[in-house]
């Protein structure tokens, strides 16, 4: 059985060859903060241009750490460099033992000293005690933008990544701000050495700051194995190489591995599955009424309309009607604009309707669709389907029995129950539980958190208390509960790259997609302990796609007191496809059934 990688670093350190060739100190200001606004951690990015050091590492409060070379002129710099700076009069400088330093800390500091490292390819930056990386084709000069990876080393060692955006100064007007205003921002340049450095506020028309456009989340492809050039520009790829480069500079001294395991079970999903789960869909859309509803009511909306009516028909093989409004006794599909051109009148999206199946689809979607149409057979695919299986949800919630799949052929022979918190409009907790019995009839209703009553749903409920719970699963008379981590899995990048080096394209096959692949493909688990588990579940299906657009984290499952874990029998709930929309690490299928219950009642 293959390993399958983890985002949990694991760091051989050599403490004694560290202390022989560095030195680390630790700055603390007696203040509560290193300054604010456009001031705060200033001091950090002052040292940082220091020449004599090599790194910062800072998240925030009033403490920082820095990595210099081992010199008996440190002290004296440092001293020098104080006297220079404003704003020092509260700070203290500390030499620290090595073995005193945590070891995310020590491992950070390396990882930062990079930034002074003129990549061939990827610019290395240590801005604010942070450390970025920008690949060339992130750099977006119309819109003046850097894009870059963050990457962090946390507490528990786990390499943990996002993706910031640097915006030029001149789009500023393009810029959102909340409570924290432009001049509050610190700024940025981009040296020729390809080096990101803070400058003072207003000194250069040529600045960036840590801010992206709009509300647009720039993204980053996770990984992409068409060649080794496009590799190199996802995620994966500039972790590799970063991992490569910091074995190779600091050789004999630190070395960085990701942590794994080998045991595992696993829930492959078959193509069968998938065509027998894609026909029971068809067959629960054809034997229901389905009414098409124009709510646009402009000259291009009947067009549309009378698209959407043949696809429908072309796809599921139903017949279809167009009717003025909803109907009680039919799902539902009914056109309407996107969000924004409700902003000044009453959002259709809001409108809530009891005992009825409503799903709105955009006008502007199927106009795209319509205008593409001989290159997008695919996208109306992908379209009707989602809109299938999100209304054939809400028919199941209306008529309180799951149609979606055969619940009886899970083998449960009990009743069995999954519960969520959610929070509504209101801003205040719900908890909603839906009860399922062997046949697949359900009920859901909410209960609320009282200290007067101690059921089996309070019971539950106090769970909830705990921020990283998803929700709780209550079989007999044992409760499981799923949890949210920071670990997230890794593919064989290193064999990936070697690879795709050697010109080996054809890394899409079963082989290698069980050698290089374990770590993104199917639904697996493996155990932490007698009462615990993780489980992830990756892309689905027997091929492999050449571009995973994220990563899967993986979930913790615990039990509850004296429960009994009982979750992998709940396994190939995650299987399906109405419950995972292009995503990765879903929750069993109910828990969805519960979010569409919750949207439409707290």
């Not at 409570?179 to 400058?199: A, C, M, S, T």
Request: aromatic share 10%; net charge negative.
């Amino acid at each position: 059985m293959n390993r399958i990688q983890t985002n949990k670093l694991v760091a051989d350190l050599n403490t004694g060859i560290l202390s022989e060739k560095y030195e680390i100190f630790n700055v603390r200001t007696s203040d509560m903060y290193f300054g604010k606004g456009n001031n705060a951690a200033k001091l950090v990015d002052d040292f940082t241009n220091e020449k004599f050091v090599l790194s910062v590492v800072y998240e925030r409060g009033n403490s920082f750490y820095m990595l210099l070379k081992k010199s008996v002129e440190n002290q004296n710099n440092i001293n020098e460099a104080v006297q220079k700076l404003h704003g020092t009069e509260n700070i203290t400088v500390d030499k620290m033992y090595v073995e005193s330093v945590p070891q995310n800390i020590i491992v950070q500091l390396l990882l930062n000293s990079m930034g002074t490292y003129e990549g061939a390819i990827l610019g290395y930056h240590n801005v604010t005690g942070h450390f970025y990386i920008h690949h060339p084709s992130w750099v977006k000069p119309k819109r003046k933008q850097i894009v870059s990876l963050e990457l962090r080393v946390t507490k528990e060692m786990l390499l943990d990544w996002n993706v910031r955006t640097f915006t030029s100064i001149t789009q500023q007007r393009y810029i959102r701000f909340g409570k924290k205003k432009f001049n509050e921002y610190p700024e940025y340049v981009l040296g020729k050495d390809n080096i990101l450095k803070r400058i003072e506020k207003g000194s250069s028309s040529e600045a960036y700051i840590l801010r992206q456009m709009g509300d647009d989340k720039t993204n980053i492809k996770f990984l992409e194995i068409d060649s080794l050039e496009k590799f190199q520009k996802t995620k994966m790829g500039v972790i590799c190489d970063c991992i490569d480069k910091f074995n190779t500079k600091f050789s004999g001294v630190a070395h960085l591995e990701f942590d794994s395991f080998n045991d595992y079970q696993e829930e492959q999903i078959s193509s069968k599955f998938l065509k027998g789960s894609e026909q029971r869909i068809k067959e629960s859309a054809s034997s229901h009424k389905i009414v098409l509803v124009d709510g646009v009511l402009d000259p291009t909306s009947p067009l549309c309309i009378e698209r959407l009516k043949q696809k429908i028909k072309e796809q599921f093989g139903c017949d279809i009607s167009v009717y003025k409004r909803p109907k009680v006794d039919a799902i539902n599909i009914v056109l309407i604009h996107e969000d924004d051109f409700y902003k000044d009148n009453d959002d259709p999206h809001d409108k809530v309707y009891k005992d009825c199946a409503i799903q709105h689809v955009t006008i502007e979607t199927i106009a795209h669709l319509m205008s593409s149409e001989k290159d997008n057979e695919t996208g109306w695919k992908s379209i009707l389907d989602c809109i299938m299986q999100e209304v054939l949800i809400k028919e199941d919630i209306v008529c309180n029995h799951i149609s979606m799949v055969n619940w009886s052929d899970y083998g449960f022979i009990g009743n069995i129950v999954f519960g969520i918190c959610y929070k509504g409009g209101d801003d205040c907790r719900h908890f909603y539980f839906m009860t399922i019995s062997p046949n697949g009839d359900f009920t859901i209703a909410e209960r609320e958190n009282t200290i007067f009553e101690h059921d089996e749903y309070q019971e539950c409920i106090d769970i909830f208390d705990n921020e990283d719970v998803v929700g709780v699963v209550k079989y007999g008379d044992d409760v499981n509960v799923i949890r949210n981590t920071r670990l997230k899995t890794i593919p064989e990048i290193e064999h990936i790259k070697e690879r795709l080096q050697n010109n080996d394209n054809k890394i899409r096959d079963k082989i290698s997609r069980e050698e290089l692949f374990p770590a993104i493909t199917d639904i697996k688990c493996f155990s932490n302990n007698n009462n615990s588990m993780f489980y992830f579940s990756g892309i689905i299906g027997t091929g492999m796609r050449r571009v995973i657009p994220t990563a899967a984290n993986i979930r913790l499952v615990d039990t509850w007191q004296k429960s009994n874990l009982f979750f992998e029998k709940l396994l190939k709930l995650m299987a399906v496809t109405f419950v995972r929309n292009g995503q990765l690490t879903v929750v069993p299928f109910p828990f969805k059934y519960l979010l569409e219950f919750a949207r439409t009642n707290a």
